[in-house]
């Protein structure tokens, strides 16, 4: 009967570590579940974090790209102003050479100036390089440069009366502003 006791007793101890034993995995269970609820907390918020930036960095590199189409575009509307600047200089000597009086000797020497302007104005068009038409028309801060004012009878003030130096639009852009004597 002791026998019995003793192990009834060895066996209540066994069911007792058995129980603590078991606890404590349940614990360490409930703790390792609450640990990995956190870690899922902490990696959802990091895909999160990762989508922004993701988005982000999309969205920077659809702006630099529309912004360098942009510029690419502009570049290529506005290529030929550096060379329209330089010509402007030429086409208005060519149109003094032009208004000078000719002796019939040198009419063809005349026709072939005419020529040479005619055909540096149509390029010009062709690439969009047009003369601002000013004259008799009111003036404009925007195309036209004023250099003197007059009084002159029958003319409303504010109006252009004489272009002293032509200008020059490229497309919609002011290549060279018309110089002008305005009424007053």
Do not use: W
């Not at 509307?77 to 086409?91: D, M, N, T």
């Not at 050479?97 to 040479?116: H, I, N, P, Q, R």
């Amino acid at each position: 009967m002791k026998k019995d006791k003793k192990k009834e007793i060895q066996e209540e101890e066994k069911k007792e570590k058995l129980e603590e034993i078991q606890g404590e995995a349940v614990e360490e269970e409930i703790v390792e579940d609450i640990n990995e609820e956190d870690e899922v907390e902490k990696l959802k918020q990091e895909i999160e974090k990762l989508k922004n930036d993701y988005a982000r960095a999309y969205a920077d590199t659809e702006n630099l790209k529309k912004r360098l189409m942009a510029e690419a575009e502009q570049t290529r509307k506005y290529r030929i102003q550096s060379f329209g600047k330089e010509v402007l200089p030429v086409i208005d000597n060519l149109e003094r050479a032009l208004k000078t009086e000719v002796s019939k000797e040198d009419e063809g020497f005349y026709k072939g100036v005419e020529m040479t302007y005619n055909q540096l104005i149509n390029a010009l068009k062709n690439e969009g390089i047009e003369e601002i038409d000013c004259l008799n028309k009111p003036f404009d801060a925007n195309l036209h440069q004023a250099l003197m004012q007059e009084k002159k009878e029958g003319v409303e003030s504010g109006i252009v009366i004489e272009v002293l130096q032509k200008g020059y639009l490229l497309k919609d852009r002011i290549l060279r502003p018309a110089m002008v004597k305005v009424s007053e």
